[in-house]
Antibody, heavy 116, light 107 residues
Framework: EVQLVESGGGLVQPGGSLRLSCAASGFTFSSYAMNWVRQAPGKGLEWVSYISSGGATVYYADSVKGRFTISRDNAKNSLFLQMNSLRDEDTAVYYC?????????WGQGTLVTVSS | DIQMTQSPSSLSASVGDRVTITCRASQSISSYLNWYQQKPGKAPNLLIYAASSLQSGVPSRFSGSGSGTDFTLTISSLQPEDFATYYCQQSYNTPRTFGQGTKVEIK
């Protein structure tokens, strides 16, 4: 069974940092590009970041560029998102996901709340 | 970045109704278009990929069509479990942008 399990969310003050993790199992993690997607409360889906299967290529949404860093450890089947200089508007459920054709897996999400 | 625009933003329908949701891309994306269903508190669930291919396990009342810039998701006979929010997503390039969503509510 395919599983993506996010962790690391929580309450953080504006300007603070958090590191999200996503543990993958049930598929060949190292073969797939991965993404972080977020959803603010009551809002739609926003793509945040992409990393290629080997980790050499990364992309970021303009809204997080320079503040967030995506990385992966294929030996440990894990995906990460380092989030620095957090803002109120970063409050959201963060999902790790892969979407390549019919291969489309999502985690259950982890809530990040940025508030003083 | 490619902008994805869905319409309507919301709709009210009855069980058994035929429902159509449209998605327009700001430039041609060929058939690189996914449709998702999302229920409250849950991750999105893929319904359609490559504009018209039904994901395994998805009921056949869901169908997708279109290519280039204009796409449609159709639910042929709305069922109680279909009341949810639907999103399109382009998979032509990165960023893999989403439409703003269409909420399907009970009339």
């Amino acid at each position: 069974e395919v599983q993506l399990v996010e962790s690391g969310g929580g309450l953080v003050q504006p300007g603070g940092s958090l590191r999200l993790s996503c543990a993958a199992s049930g598929f060949t993690f190292s073969s797939y590009a991965m993404n972080w997607v977020r959803q603010a409360p009551g809002k739609g889906l926003e793509w945040v970041s992409y990393i290629s299967s080997g980790g050499a290529t990364v992309y970021y949404a303009d809204s997080v560029k320079g503040r967030f860093t995506i990385s992966r450890d294929n030996a440990k089947n894990s995906l990460f998102l380092q989030m620095n200089s957090l803002r109120d508007e970063d409050t959201a459920v963060y999902y790790c996901a892969t979407f390549t054709g019919m291969t489309n897996y999502w985690g259950q999400g982890t809530l990040v709340t940025v508030s003083s | 970045d490619i902008q994805m625009t869905q319409s309507p933003s919301s709709l009210s329908a009855s069980v058994g109704d035929r429902v159509t949701i449209t998605c327009r891309a700001s430039q041609s994306i060929s058939s690189y278009l996914n449709w998702y269903q999302q229920k409250p508190g849950k991750a999105p669930n893929l319904l359609i990929y490559a504009a018209s291919s039904l994901q395994s396990g998805v009921p056949s009342r869901f169908s997708g069509s279109g290519s280039g810039t204009d796409f449609t998701l159709t639910i042929s006979s709305l069922q109680p479990e279909d009341f949810a929010t639907y999103y399109c997503q382009q998979s032509y390039n990165t960023p893999r942008t989403f439409g703003q969503g269409t909420k399907v509510e009970i009339k």
